[in-house]
């Protein structure tokens, strides 16, 4: 089993940013993908980012040139850098990690972009 936590979310002000972080912990022997996704209310699920095993990285349209994931393998933890955030950023954001097998979740995190 793969346990992922996620902190740093938080209320913001319009072009305000935010860093978020997810740790990974429990049966981790190697490297996997990892990504965030984020739901607002009242709306689905949406893919934000991703990052490869190699440090690829891909962004949605609607976060490209704010958002930066990056990742630390040696911590087993994955950053989300979100900076000009805007209101329509608010929503639960997790953070995801997949494996052969399965893909894992984290609880979420609250932000909330107002002001």
């Known amino acids: 089993q793969v346990q992922l936590v996620e902190s740093g979310g938080g209320l913001v002000h319009p072009g305000g940013t935010l860093r978020l972080s997810c740790v990974a912990s429990?049966?981790?022997?190697?490297?996997?993908?990892m990504g965030w996704y984020r739901q607002a209310p009242g709306k689905q699920r949406e893919w934000v980012t991703a990052?490869?095993?190699?440090?690829?990285?891909n962004y949605a349209n609607s976060v490209k040139g704010r958002f930066t994931i990056s990742r630390d393998n040696a911590k087993n933890t994955v950053y989300l850098q979100m900076n000009s955030l805007k209101p329509e950023d608010t929503a639960v954001y997790y953070c995801?990690?997949?494996?052969?097998?399965?893909?894992?979740w984290g609880q979420g995190t609250q932000v909330t972009v107002s002001s």
């Open positions: 995801t990690l997949v494996t052969s097998l399965k893909a894992y």
């Open positions: 429990g049966s981790i022997n190697t490297i996997y993908p």
């Open positions: 990052i490869t095993t190699g440090g690829s990285t």
